[in-house]
């Protein structure tokens, strides 16, 4: 897989044979060859979405592409299915890995530029990884880690074209994501991207709410909280669905902290999809101001059609994970848990329905607290690809998903801990490294 990578790639930096090409040597160079990583698509977030309870299809026929993930059958080998992102996924890893190995090495730039490229590169192979992992891996558990197989991990800038890699432990997967954090957080320089149109890059900000989420996914639930706090004492604005009626999930919102992912498909904009029925009541309760701001008024649309919806993280869900990181803690910190769930509920209802809610949330105990957050999570970050992840690590439900009626209806179920939670790789993967099978 990744021979074909190195050798199929769209920038000219990265064939294998640079005869007549052009290699990057300044860091003005090592940018651009960043950049077009930064750009490689990554359909997954947009994709596990409709394996989720997120969603309801009501397509037809020429929906076909999309119809085998909404019942867990997409790597069937049917050439109408759209396939995850495999292969644009490690370009972005060889990407980064060239632009690591770099480091010291560029020309014709200060010290904290070329530190700030390779602090992204970091960052981003980070990143990467972790989508692969919630792609095409089960959760992090200490029990199992050491053990249990995940994706292939490469991070040499050259490789052997003639060697098919294994497959690398979950624990040794977590392990470079927490130490390429580490090296991003030693290097970076921008604690923020001011500019609307460069949030696509990473800084301090973002990269604390990578880890932030990293933490969260591994249990480590007081390193997710001060990594939550180190974003929001930089960056914590909230749009005011009271206030103002511009669409909250594109990168111009102010709740904005990194944009990379494209969060919707095409299917997704039109008719093929509308909210399934336990989210629907959940957004048309009293005084939710989310669902206007989430689908169109026929309820079919799960979000509006807007080539700027992309999103990696806001500022909801950092203040999300705190509250929940701190009612996990084996001493709960309710307080902080109720402070910032008040604060969000304030920005997503109404005023009086906000103040009612506030209210409930004061007199609630742990348990009902921790359901809260969680309840909350699920309206708040729908249809961005945090569902997916999110059954994962929350216990693997049961999900029942139809189509049709009569006859012709079809009806699929995930059972609780489907091993189908864990999505197979692509075929043209595995057939280029059947070590994937493993």
Known sequence: MLATIALSSCSDFLDITPVGKVLPTTVEDYRALLTDGYAQTNNGYALAGFRTDDYTFVGGDDEAIYVEHFFWNENNGDVNTALYSYKNLYKVIFTCNQVIAANGKMTQGTKDLEEQLVAEAYALRASTYLDLMNIYSDIYSKADAATKLAVPVVTEPEIDLEVALDKSSIEAVFALIQSDISSAKSLMKV?????????????????????????????????????????????????????????????????????????????????????????GGMLSEDGCLRKAAMTFDDGKTVVKSNSEYKTTFRVPEVLLMLAEASLRLDTPDAATAKTQLKKLVEARYTTDAATKLKGSIDAMDNAQLLKE????????????????????????PSIVHEYGTGDSKRVETLQENDSRYVIKFPTEAVRLNPNLLK
């Not at 957050?373 to 693997?396: H, I, N, P, S």
């Open 191 to 279: 604690n923020k991207q001011e500019e609307q149109a460069l949030t696509y890059r990473f800084s301090k900000i973002s990269l604390y709410a990578l880890s932030s989420r990293v933490n969260l996914l591994m249990n480590n639930w007081g390193e997710c909280i001060a990594d939550a706090n180190k974003v929001l004492e930089v960056k914590s604005d909230l749009q005011d669905l009271n206030s103002s009626d511009e669409d909250f999930l594109t990168y111009k919102s102010v709740e904005n902290i990194l944009a990379i992912h494209r969060i919707v498909t095409t299917y997704s904009q039109r008719n093929s999809f509308k909210v399934g029925v336990e989210l």
């Open 373 to 396: 957050v969680l309840r909350q999570r699920r309206m708040e970050l729908a249809f961005q690809g945090k569902r997916w992840t999110d059954l994962k690590r929350l216990g693997k």
